[in-house]
């Protein structure tokens, strides 16, 4: 067992001890649904779409911003909070390990990139090779389109040296020279690129136009106890979504929104960079739930070792919620 493998499984076993002491904790809060549903989210455009539906919802619906997947995978095996946006192939993992949660929807399509400096000779991968390169969590896609990318060049990940790091600590880990690349989601990406001193260098846009990365994600406990919440949450998280996509005023204004300290608390400017450079950099019209892409996502997570095993598509997904979703207004 690899020293990364041996250190993840202790915290693992720590998490786990966690949650079987407290399975219940924080579920009375937000039970019913006259209660506030907290739903936890990175401040990353790939989760814009939770600012949105918070918005337009009011009261119901209440962001909490973690600033990495460790911290809100954390949250929810627990029962801190009983929602939140979480990277798919880690729900998969929690669900083999009998964790009691449900990806309920998707939140984005695209937005991952791979980012060096701008004054860097990197032109391709192999010119990466034994280079330091940051990734937000093993278990993120960034990872495995990083793998993708890595496997064009016929490079394996032994081939550079890999680094998990929270996204916001990117980009000024590479203007330091702490890393020679990172690859993550927007806006992190966005935020280094117009300060001028990172380029991309590859984009999901371009590579892997179905990527997924961002999943809705609750406790089965939450289902059992109030449907209703997680259905008005799925109605408005895909409305949102749709309103996204519809036309670059939204996307304006949702830059504005998700901009201030209630959410991303970021410089609007960064966003609306994203939202703009180019207009498909991340989407969200399209959050349809298909099997086949979850497929590809648990294939590709069993070629990287982030999963151990197959993972039956039932046992971590929940469709009756996008089955049955009701048409919400976004009225921002």
């Not at 079987?20 to 739903?39: D, E, I, N, Q």
């Not at 619906?61 to 997947?69: A, V």
């Not at 060049?153 to 880990?173: L, Q």
Request: net charge positive; hydrophobic share 45%; glycine share 6%.
């Amino acid at each position: 067992m690899s020293e990364f493998e041996t250190s993840h499984f202790l915290r693992r076993r720590q998490i786990l001890g966690s949650a079987l002491a407290l399975p219940l904790a924080g579920l009375s809060t937000a039970s019913a649904a006259s209660k506030t549903l907290v739903v936890g989210g990175l401040p990353v455009t790939c989760n814009l779409t939770l600012p949105i539906a918070c918005s337009a919802k009011g009261p119901q619906f209440e962001y909490s911003k973690y600033s990495g997947w460790p911290e809100i995978k954390e949250s929810l095996m627990t029962g801190r909070i009983q929602a939140a946006y979480m990277l798919a192939p880690l729900v998969m993992d929690l669900a083999d390990k009998r964790i009691p949660m449900k990806i309920v929807s998707l939140g984005h399509r695209s937005g991952a990139v791979i980012m060096v400096r701008t004054d860097s000779p990197y032109k391709r991968f192999a010119d990466l090779k034994g280079k330091r390169i940051a990734i937000p969590s093993r278990f993120a896609v960034d990872f495995l389109f990083l793998r993708k990318m890595l496997a064009r060049e016929k490079m394996t990940p032994k081939d550079i040296e890999i680094m998990e790091m929270a996204p916001p600590d990117m980009p000024a880990a590479l203007y330091a020279k702490a890393v020679d690349a990172y690859c993550t989601g927007e806006p992190f990406g966005a935020a280094a690129q117009k300060a001028g001193y990172a380029r991309p260098l590859a984009m999901t846009r371009d590579e892997w136009r179905n990527y997924i990365c961002c999943v809705l994600t609750v406790r089965e406990e939450l289902i059992k106890e109030d449907r209703p919440i997680v259905q008005e949450l799925v109605n408005y998280v895909q409305a949102a979504g749709n309103w996204l996509d519809a036309n670059p005023v939204n996307r304006d204004k949702a830059a504005r929104i998700a901009s201030g300290r209630k959410f991303f608390n970021q410089d609007p400017n960064i966003i609306k960079f994203v939202m703009e450079n180019p207009s498909d950099r991340v989407t969200y019209g399209d959050l349809r739930m298909i099997r086949a892409e979850f497929d590809e996502l648990m294939k590709l997570s069993l070629e990287a070792g982030t999963l151990k095993r197959p993972v039956a598509y039932e046992q971590y997904v929940d469709e009756s919620f996008v089955k049955a979703i009701k048409p919400a207004t976004i009225a921002l």
